[in-house]
Structure formats: C-alpha cells, structure tokens
C-alpha cells in the first residue's frame, strides 16, 4: 500500500521561501505521477502542480507559474514543492498526491493516494 508523509510545513513572512517535502513508500516510484494540492480554511481543495513519474514533464497552476517548483527524486522516494515569495493567500494545509495517471492529479480529479497534509502559514 502506497504511504505518502509531507513535511516541511511552518510559519514564514510575506515573500520568504518553504520546502515542502513528501516521501513515498509501497510501491515503485517512478511508476506514479506525483502532485501537490492545497486547502485554505474554508476553502474547497485547490490543485497546485503535478510531475510524471520520471520527473520530466510538470505543470503548473497559474497562481504557481514562476514562485513554485515541483521535483522529483526517483532515487530516493521524494517529491519536493519548493515555494519561493510566499504570499499571505498562500496559506493552506498542502497535501501530495500519487496516481499511476498524470492526468487524474488535477482540479476535480481523483488521485488514488493522499499524504495528511502540512500547514503553511504566511504573514503578512
């Protein structure tokens, strides 16, 4: 059974920078796709960007183009969501996401596998 655990979560101000971080176990890495997702206090789930299993190929919201990069390391299990000028709006749980479907790891899909999530809280 594929386990996915995020951390890297924290409190940072306007315009500062986080890691998120999600490590992968039960299964062949590379074989899914890889996604982040994020939820605000009274907000419906948001898709924030996805990664084929080889790391190649990624994809972006709009809001995330340019301040956001999603990796992969298919060496060692990880998927990383590195997220640069922070903003206040930003703030949510972030959750990763695994699906042997790149395109199920999107708004309104479904993907198969879901970590607990990490709070990221930012200050103005």
């Known amino acids: 059974q594929v386990q996915l655990v995020e951390s890297g979560g924290g409190l940072v101000q306007a315009g500062g920078s986080l890691r998120l971080s999600c490590a992968f176990s039960?299964?062949?890495?590379?074989?899914?796709?890889m996604g982040w997702f994020r939820q605000a206090p009274g907000k419906g789930r948001e898709f924030v960007a996805r990664i084929t299993g080889s790391g190649i190929t990624t994809y972006y919201v709009d809001f995330a183009k340019g301040r956001f990069t999603i990796a992969k390391d298919n060496a060692n299990n990880w998927v990383y969501l590195q997220m640069n000028n922070l903003k206040p709006e930003d703030t949510a749980v972030y959750y990763c996401a695994a699906d042997e479907d790149y395109y199920d790891l999107d708004e309104g899909g479904d993907a198969d596998y879901w970590g607990q999530g990490t709070q990221v809280t930012v200050s103005s």
């Open positions: 039960g299964g062949t890495f590379s074989d899914y796709a």
